[in-house]
């Protein structure tokens, strides 16, 4: 049976399939099955929009999905905790989060010179590789213009990509390891993620501030809950989009 809901809210706004795929783009056709094939039911990211575009609630279009009530309840349960400044976390905070990693351990910085310096991570990682999880470390392209925005928006220039070459070097004994990846990535960074299987800490940037005066999030992922999801997702298109690397120098020649 079509979403008769989801067509009729299309004709009232006056909006073709066509607009409404341009605006969030995809193809007309792929608008076209989630109407004509409920059971191709858009990513929630497309549904709320298109349920902004629409004037309707989400539920209204898709039923059997969750009221914004319903998933604001469950988003507020998924923080753990909120803190003002990551200067103020528990120094081992980050070696607590990866220690029980089983499926997930990603971490998507710019530099994040500080923990290379932490021989507790070094460890962790070693460890992790060891016993078969998948260890990725995102780090931003030093030759990129995202990479030199970021050190003017904090007022340090060409120290931010100096930064990203020295943490690398500092990394040089972990590539190689079993699992272990490393890539490149040139987006303009919102937010640092740290994650570890179901939780995750993210850290936003702040214009003009250094990452560790902006505050984090501690974050677990929660039945009908959304946050994690929106971060997690937002790192998987930065890892497709990055490029791999097998040394610590290998951003020579990189894209800029």
């Given amino acids: 049976m079509a979403n008769e809901?989801?067509?009729?809210?299309?004709?009232?706004?006056?909006?073709t399939l066509d607009q409404i795929a341009e605006r969030l783009g995809v193809s007309p056709k792929t608008v076209d099955r989630w109407i004509t094939e409920p059971k191709r039911k858009p990513y929630q990211r497309f549904q709320y929009a298109v349920a902004s575009m629409l004037r309707r609630e989400v539920s209204y279009l898709w039923p059997d999905e969750q009221t914004a009530e319903e998933v604001t309840a469950s988003t507020e349960a998924e923080l753990v905790k909120l803190y003002p400044h990551r200067h103020l976390m528990p120094p081992d905070a980050w070696t607590k989060l990866y220690a029980g990693a089983t499926t997930h351990f990603d971490v998507l910085v710019y530099a994040g010179f500080w923990l290379t310096e932490d021989p507790r991570f070094h460890r962790l990682v070693r460890e992790k590789s060891a016993e078969g999880v998948p260890v990725r470390f995102l780090l931003g392209?030093?030759?990129s213009a995202a990479v030199a925005v970021r050190g003017d928006d904090e007022g340090i220039g060409p120290a931010v990509a100096a930064k990203i070459?020295?943490?690398l070097l500092n990394y040089a004994p972990l590539f190689g390891l079993p699992g272990v990846e490393f890539r490149l990535h040139?987006?303009?960074?919102?937010?640092?993620?740290?994650?570890?299987?179901?939780?995750?800490?993210?850290?936003?940037?702040?214009?003009?501030?250094?990452?560790?005066l902006a505050p984090v999030l501690h974050l677990q992922r929660v039945?009908?809950?959304?946050?994690?999801?929106?971060?997690?997702?937002?790192?998987?298109?930065?890892?497709?989009?990055?490029?791999?690397?097998?040394?610590?120098?290998?951003?020579?020649?990189?894209?800029?």
């Fill in 141 to 143: 392209d030093p030759n």
């Fill in 223 to 256: 039945p009908g809950g959304e946050l994690f999801d929106t971060y997690a997702e937002s790192m998987e298109r930065i890892w497709e989009a990055a490029r791999q690397i097998t040394s610590p120098t290998d951003y020579e020649g990189a894209r800029t």
């Fill in 5 to 15: 809901r989801l067509r009729g809210a299309i004709v009232e706004s006056g909006l």
């Fill in 186 to 212: 040139d987006t303009t960074l919102y937010n640092s993620i740290y994650r570890a299987d179901n939780e995750l800490l993210a850290n936003p940037h702040v214009y003009g501030a250094a990452a560790y």
């Fill in 165 to 167: 070459r020295n943490a």
